[in-house]
Nanobody, 120 residues
């Protein structure tokens, strides 16, 4: 059993920055693949970024160069640093976790989501 608790969402202006946090409990990050997803208004959930075991990261084309995933093993948490935010980034952002042994990745665990709103 894995629980994910998110925080850090809010309202920012175009060009601003936010850092989202996702604290995991139940299992250590060493056994998990951690991902970030977002759901834009009226749209299906889409992939944002992922950090695999060992710290290897991948990003959606829409956020490359602006968003960065990091981790803090001592806190068993992952973060999404979002810079250069645009109004089209407005969405509910969710973190997710999968077993490191799963392939294709099975996103079994999800956080509650946090709202990010970018005003123009």
């Amino acid at each position: 059993q894995v629980q994910l608790v998110e925080s850090g969402g809010g309202l920012v202006q175009t060009g601003g920055s936010l850092r989202l946090s996702c604290a995991a409990s139940g299992r250590t990050l060493s056994s998990l693949i951690m991902g970030w997803f977002r759901q834009l208004p009226g749209k299906d959930r889409e992939f944002v970024a992922v950090m695999r075991v060992g710290g290897i990261t991948y990003y959606a084309d829409s956020v490359k160069g602006r968003f960065t995933v990091s981790r803090d093993n001592a806190k068993n948490a992952v973060y999404l640093q979002m810079n250069g935010l645009k109004p089209e980034d407005t969405a509910v952002y969710s973190c997710a976790a999968a077993s490191s042994s799963s392939y294709p990745i099975d996103w079994r665990y999800w956080g509650q989501g946090t709202q990010v709103t970018v005003s123009s």
